[in-house]
């Protein structure tokens, strides 16, 4: 997979992440791991601080449940619409965390 290919295969895994959920950059890079031989949480970040603005960012967060940073409250608020269950300054990522193999 090239890196133009992962930076799309990073957007349209967040595309799908559904209402009221979230997933950490962790988890998506792990999603992607195998088939793109890439497994960087750090890299998910880049990229999702790159060219994240026409996907849902918002529900993409740290692994603790720390909100994207320097977006905090734009992301409580987006979150919060969606029921998203927050947690001090977070979210709930034990009740809120969302696999794509749910959706399958």
Do not use: F, K
């Amino acid at each position: 997979m090239t890196p133009d290919e992962y930076v799309e295969a990073v957007l349209d895994l967040v595309e799908r992440i559904p209402e009221g959920r979230v997933m950490s950059y962790g988890a998506v890079a792990d999603a992607l791991a195998e088939r793109s031989g890439r497994a960087s949480a750090r890299l998910v970040g880049n990229i999702m601080a790159r060219h994240g603005g026409s996907v849902p960012w918002h529900r993409v967060v740290s692994s603790a449940g720390r909100l994207p940073p320097g977006h905090e409250r734009e992301a409580r608020a987006r979150l919060r619409a969606e029921g998203v269950p927050l947690r001090g300054e977070g979210v709930d990522i034990r009740v809120a965390a969302w696999s794509p193999q749910e959706g399958m």
